[in-house]
């Protein structure tokens, strides 16, 4: 009986969608279920579930609403007036306004994502108790004001509670109140965390089951056994090792998916050392990996070659003519040479301290396969892997590196916010973590972000993106190898309705099970 | 090894084991008191104080401080920000002033507080005991009672086809890494006969009451402790068997026998009796170990226990959380090392009359 309620699958009497779903991700425990301005993956996981955005981004690159009922652009694109849902209530009871949302943007958003049109911000006022305009100093594009309505950490957060407060140390932020359609309940830390249904929530009949538990599995082996023997619901980002996933997707009890958007995986140049600040050489390393292996061998076929900093996956602005990096270790040499590092008998062109992050095996694999593809070359490479902790101080605060495996330098939508955090002069801030490792500067393509920030005709925001890649391309300060797409493992009783981009980071009020 | 274990001990006392004579003097129990304290006094405090210096700058010693890694998981860049936290947490300070600081707040029994678990560390930690006990109390029994009982059939016919078979499993289980030894273990159990469950102490979400909350437990405990149990059953055997054949070589097991015992009376109540010292010694030796061991276990088993916390906290650099883990595990495993004095004392008196 105990056996039987592990992975939830208590029907009340009288059937339907009622019961519980135990869901895990790859992602470990959060520092605390909310963090402001993201945090990562794993309070990105928990957060969405309690609180809201505006609006949600949807896998076919459209918008629908969410807190806001629906918004407008003026037609000089200077000004966004935003009509917000009526009766809605926050989780402690106290109703949600015109009042939340105008502090959020200014107290929250403003201060935690840089590089977005918000950077033109004039005023936020509120119109009515459901009613809020949003002005800028300079014309926005339409997508861009989309997408800053649906982004990842861009939630509405309850004013009451969070107004005139520090905002990263808010013990709210460990039991979160939002207005989405589970509430926090309890989180037991090193194990697990429970919300129970909303039963005021705005969409009615929504959600469709009465608890959602999230559990933490320290070790994805036996995180992978437990959705075979039913302890586990779901599982997002990841949740079994690659090796495990095709026996998984033999298990006729599961359904293992990917999310489109591929997690982008290169090499980071630490563009201030003195051998890889030279182009000539970073293109020669670029030459020298062949993506096809990685992507075979470490990623087993599940990662596919990456092109540039468009991902293959971004149906907005991919272009398959773009330059890229074919495997050529003739080419490598041939460049190495000219470079003035010339093969030399029993020496070495030069030594190369190569960095794998490592928070995943796949990183450390990788670095492993890059170490050798350079020795080849004549180059002598050291490869160090530390944990989590050390590779984000080593690429991000101390820049300790020569050449990084690591992921970043990709996008598979928009361009703004992304690229001009990684690859802008704006970008290089030490201590922020998947900003610009690189410490890439270069004022012609800062120029053209900002070009690209403010552009609203569609054909122009495409060519004067094409052009930022092919700069970036031609530089090489980060290039992703590989695109490595999330998976996401179910039981095939658990039904997913949502048409959102990153099922992840849905709220999952829609999801049921039978 | 042996020199220390002959010397007396506050428990050392046959008496108070065996209980027949003993006679509760107010001046006998104060006798018996002033000795523990002695003993704790002159053994257990330097010791700790050794064990919590060592650790204290290992741990400092390690890159990545507590504060650039919570920094960077909250996306902190503000320098002002940081300065503060680092002030906050005490890490503005030398190292030794902090150390001291430490000692100080130890010995007040304040851990410290934990970022990270976002409680006090002695509350962590207090919460997550039972756990691990409940897994090594379970394990040990299972490596213990499987140990000793392979060793004493291997020793009863030395150099046969059973011994051999017995001590290639042994040597197998002790080999195999415990984390791997666990997956099979899941694999089999778990996977493909769906018996039990393979990962948390209880069923998250359940309500089965008392009776059926402690068989939820033990329905969960039974993989993890027979993980754990397993690698370490083979060192029992190893150690069984040769204490078993070396006590039958003694005088005394032939005149047992020249008195027309069976051998089945001859093997369990004169050779295993005195088999039993060695065992009793690793015992005390492995607890350290199966504490230890407890992290891949309870990693592999998702088991909310000492293991994981600590592990956690290593990840995260929760510094005041690895430390107080540790001091608390070594104060375990030296209280429990007590007790196994006081065992000997019980098993064998010539020891106290030493």
Not at chain 2, 223 to 229: H, R, S, T
Request: charged share 20%; hydrophobic share 45%; net charge neutral.
């Amino acid at each position: 009986m105990a056996l039987a309620a592990c992975g939830g699958g208590e029907k009340a009497a009288g059937g339907g969608n009622v019961g519980s779903l135990t869901a895990t991700t790859g992602y470990p425990e959060p520092h605390t279920m909310f963090a402001p301005g993201g945090g990562g993956g794993g309070p990105g996981f928990t957060g969405s579930k309690v609180l809201e955005r505006l609006a949600r981004y949807n896998r076919d690159q459209t918008f629908s609403p969410v807190l806001a009922e629906s918004w407008s652009i003026a037609p000089d694109h200077r000004s966004v007036t935003l009509n917000l849902r009526s009766n809605v209530t926050w989780h402690d009871g106290k109703p949600f306004t015109s009042e939340d949302v105008v502090w959020t943007i200014k107290a929250y958003w403003k201060p935690f994502f840089p590089q977005t049109i918000l950077d033109f911000l004039a005023g936020v006022e509120a119109t009515g108790p459901l009613g809020v305009v949003v002005r800028f100093d300079r014309p926005v594009p339409e997508f861009s004001v989309g997408y800053l309505l649906s982004d990842g950490a861009n939630y509405i957060l309850p004013k009451h509670l969070y107004a005139g407060t520090d905002l990263l140390l808010n013990p709210v932020n460990n039991a979160p109140v939002g207005t989405g359609p589970w509430k926090f309940s309890q989180w037991v830390r090193g194990s697990h965390a429970e919300f129970v249904k909303n039963p005021t929530y705005w969409i009615p009949g929504q959600p469709k089951l009465d608890k959602l538990i999230v559990r933490w599995w320290r070790e994805p082996a036996s995180r992978a056994a437990a959705f075979e023997t039913g302890q586990l619901d779901i599982g997002v980002h990841n949740p079994a090792p690659l090796g495990d996933l095709k026996r998984l997707q033999a298990n006729p009890q599961l359904s293992v998916s990917f999310e489109d958007q591929g997690a982008p995986l290169g090499l980071h140049f630490n563009t201030r050392n003195p051998v890889v600040s030279d182009p000539r050489v970073r293109r020669a390393l670029l030459h020298a990996v062949d993506r096809d292996f990685i992507s075979r061998t470490v990623y087993y076929g599940y990662a596919k070659p990456a092109a540039g900093p468009i991902l293959t996956s971004n149906r907005l602005y991919f272009d398959p003519d773009i330059p890229k990096y074919p495997f050529d270790p003739a080419l490598a040499d041939r460049l190495l040479t000219e470079a003035g590092y010339p093969r030399r008998a029993g020496a070495e062109r030069f030594k190369l301290n190569l960095l794998a992050s490592g928070w995943s095996e796949e990183n450390g694999k990788s670095g492993a396969y890059l170490k050798q593809a350079f020795e080849d070359l004549g180059i002598a490479t050291t490869l160090r892997v530390p944990d989590r902790a050390n590779s984000l101080k080593a690429l991000y605060t101390d820049y300790d590196f020569d050449v990084a495996y690591s992921q970043g330098g990709g996008t598979y939508n928009d361009p703004i916010p992304d690229l001009p955090l990684v690859f802008g002069t704006a970008g290089i801030k030490k201590g922020l973590i998947f900003r610009n490792s690189a410490r890439y500067s270069n004022p012609e393509l800062d120029a053209i972000f900002d070009q690209i920030k403010q552009e609203v005709d569609p054909a122009r925001r495409k060519a004067e993106t094409l052009n930022a890649a092919r700069i970036i391309l031609r530089d090489a300060p980060i290039v992703p190898l590989v695109e490595w797409p999330t998976h996401i493992i179910q039981k095939t009783s658990v039904k997913i309705a949502s048409n959102a981009a990153s099922i992840a980071t849905d709220s999952w009020g829609d999801i049921s099970k039978s | 090894m042996a020199g220390k274990r002959t010397l007396p001990t506050p428990f050392s006392d046959p008496l108070r084991f065996e209980g027949a004579t003993r006679t509760s003097t107010a001046s006998r129990g104060l006798n018996v008191a002033r000795r523990v304290g002695l003993r704790l006094l002159t053994h257990v405090l330097p010791l700790m104080l050794v064990i919590i210096t060592s650790t204290f700058f290992l741990i400092h010693s390690a890159p990545g401080s507590f504060v650039e890694i919570m920094s960077s998981e909250m996306q902190i860049s503000d320098q002002a920000m940081i300065d503060r936290l680092t002030v906050t947490y005490g890490l503005d300070q030398p190292l030794w002033i902090q150390w001291l600081r430490y000692l100080q707040a130890i010995a007040q029994f304040d851990l410290g507080f934990s970022y990270r678990q976002n409680m006090p560390v002695l509350e962590a930690i207090l919460h997550h005991l039972p756990a691990t006990l409940i897994l090594m109390v379970t394990g040990l029994l299972v490596a213990l009672i499987s140990g000793v009982a392979a060793g004493v059939l291997a020793a009863s016919r030395p150099n046969s086809t059973l011994d051999r078979v017995l001590s290639l499993a042994g040597v197998f289980l002790f080999a195999a890494p415990g984390f791997w030894l666990g997956i099979m273990l899941i694999v089999l159990f778990g996977v493909v006969l769906g018996w039990l469950p393979i990962g948390d102490m209880r069923t998250i979400g359940g309500d089965f009451g008392f009776v059926g909350g402690v068989l939820d437990v033990a329905k969960h405990l039974i993989l993890p402790a027979v993980a754990m149990g397993l690698h370490q059953s083979a060192i029992y055997l190893r150690v069984t068997r040769a204490a078993m054949i070396e006590a039958a070589a003694a005088d005394y097991v032939k005149t047992a026998r020249a008195k027309g015992l069976s051998e089945q009376a001859v093997a369990l109540r004169h050779v295993f009796r005195n088999a039993l010292l060695p065992i009793v010694t690793v015992l005390g030796l492995q607890f350290a170990t199966v504490f230890s061991g407890s992290v891949v276990v309870e990693a592999v088993f998702n088991w909310p226990g000492i293991g994981s916390l600590l592990y956690d906290a290593v990840v995260a650099r929760d510094y005041p959380m690895v430390l107080g883990v540790i001091i608390l595990s070594a104060l375990v495993v030296i209280l429990v090392n007590l007790v196994i004095d006081a065992l000997y004392a019980w098993l064998d008196p010539r020891i106290a009359l030493d």
